[in-house]
């Protein structure tokens, strides 16, 4: 099999395997879900990411790879670049829960990069009272990144995460306080395929490997999202000004399975009429090991470890497929779709945006459409304002 020929069932194999997940129906029907804290952190924050299903690990490198992939940084072609990006949230309900995510790099010579961002979820305001509280949550982390030859290269993160979500005074809830880093590799090259000169990107992601994060002083400790990412990108000129780019990203939360409802009403013949039930299953979790299980620990449980078996395993894997349409790379049309198993989260919707590029700044926006469940994304825009600051520097003749 030729090297072109097998990069793109490589390809095919990504797109592919949501499905096979999906088609699998042995496993036990029930709901649930992979719990963790501090969601904020699993938010696509960047229009061009969120308007192709919210994938990005492999496509093309920007300002905001640093979610993404920040081994891509080294390929992109600025040296330098900020982007600024803006989420509303249940926009529909209220008017002031959003999230907004700030991301810079600098390029250190021709091989490697630095770069950095800033999350911030705000919660609103909440009445308790006389006082006004407002919960918040956000992530500030740094990365390296290097390129180790010509197509290939690799990234370190590290970040430090703050949740306050304090709701009442007279609540004894305290800020989680979390550290976590992410491990990133990227493959970038071009392959002739049918007289055409075509890249394929190719990249893995493991985001959020840290501590454990609690609001009770160590009392409980929930997981973050520790989270794998592995997707493919696909480019293809059409002539010299049009061109069309695949992409497909799949995602495995490497967190463990809570043990079922099911199982606790089986393992204590409890009665499932009775009203405290639900405070007696959050006791046997903590009995049964789940809440005591280091997050390493956790990585390695989560691939083998849910109630349903394998086929309940391949339910919690979810992602997204997308296509961007560009032409002289200056104006862009996308689109996406994004699965998740019903039984997993049932986060099922389309996505589609636009963008344009001039030498200093570039405007992308997002809308996206769910099919499934309520999402608090539903019919919502959203923005994302990059600056190439080498044209900054230019236009201001320095």
């Keep these: 099999m030729t090297r072109n020929k097998f990069c793109l069932l490589l390809l095919c194999s990504f797109m592919a395997l949501p499905l096979f997940a999906q088609n699998n129906n042995s496993a036990k029907q029930m709901f649930n879900p992979v719990y963790t804290g501090v969601t904020s952190l699993s938010i696509a924050p960047d229009a061009r990411g969120g308007s192709m299903g919210d994938i990005g690990v492999a496509t093309e490198a920007d300002a905001n790879s640093q979610y993404w992939n920040p081994a891509k940084y080294p390929f992109n072609i600025a040296r330098a670049g900020l982007s600024i990006s803006y989420t509303p949230w249940l926009r529909q309900l209220v008017s002031d829960i959003d999230l907004a995510y700030l991301a810079g790099f600098y390029r250190i010579g021709n091989y490697s990069a630095i770069s950095s961002s800033l999350t911030y979820f705000s919660l609103g305001n909440v009445i308790a009272g006389e006082y006004t509280i407002k919960p918040?949550?956000?992530?500030?982390?740094?990365?390296?990144?290097?390129?180790?030859?010509e197509t290939f290269s690799a990234a370190v993160a590290l970040r430090f995460i703050y949740s306050d979500l304090q709701y009442d005074y007279e609540e004894d809830v305290q800020p989680g306080l979390a550290y976590a880093a992410d491990l990133a590799i990227y493959y970038n090259n071009y392959y002739i395929v049918g007289g055409r000169e075509c890249?394929?990107?190719?990249?893995?992601?493991?985001?959020?490997?840290?501590?454990?994060?609690?609001?009770?002083?160590?009392?409980?400790?929930?997981?973050i999202p520790t989270n794998m990412r592995l997707g493919a990108s696909f480019m293809v000129p059409l002539d010299d000004y049009n061109t069309l780019t695949f992409s497909a990203d799949l995602n495995k939360l490497m967190v463990p399975t809570r043990p079922s409802y099911s199982q606790f009403l089986k393992?204590?013949?409890y009665d499932p009429n009775d009203n405290d039930r639900y405070t007696e299953y959050n006791d046997w979790l903590v009995t049964s090991g789940y809440n005591d299980v280091s997050s390493i620990a956790g990585i390695f449980k989560s691939f083998a470890d849910a109630p349903g078996g394998f086929n309940e395993e391949l339910r919690e894997i979810y992602g997204g497929i997308g296509l961007e349409y560009s032409y002289n790379n200056q104006f862009f049309l996308r689109g996406g779709y994004h699965y998740e198993d019903q039984y997993k989260g049932n986060r099922k919707y389309f996505t589609m945006g636009a963008g344009f590029k001039m030498s200093v700044f570039s405007l992308d926006g997002t809308y996206l459409i769910s099919t499934a469940q309520s999402n608090p994304l539903d019919q919502t825009l959203r923005f994302s304002l990059s600056f190439d600051l080498d044209g900054l520097k230019e236009m201001f003749g320095r």
Excluded at 136 to 141: L, N, R, S
Excluded at 143 to 148: D, G, I, N, P
Excluded at 200 to 218: A, E, H, P, R
């Design 267 to 269: 393992e204590n013949e």
């Design 136 to 149: 918040y949550e956000f992530a500030f982390d740094f990365a390296y990144s290097r390129m180790l030859s």
């Design 199 to 223: 890249m394929l990107g190719l990249g893995l992601n493991l985001s959020n490997i840290g501590s454990k994060i609690s609001y009770d002083g160590g009392g409980t400790n929930e997981f």
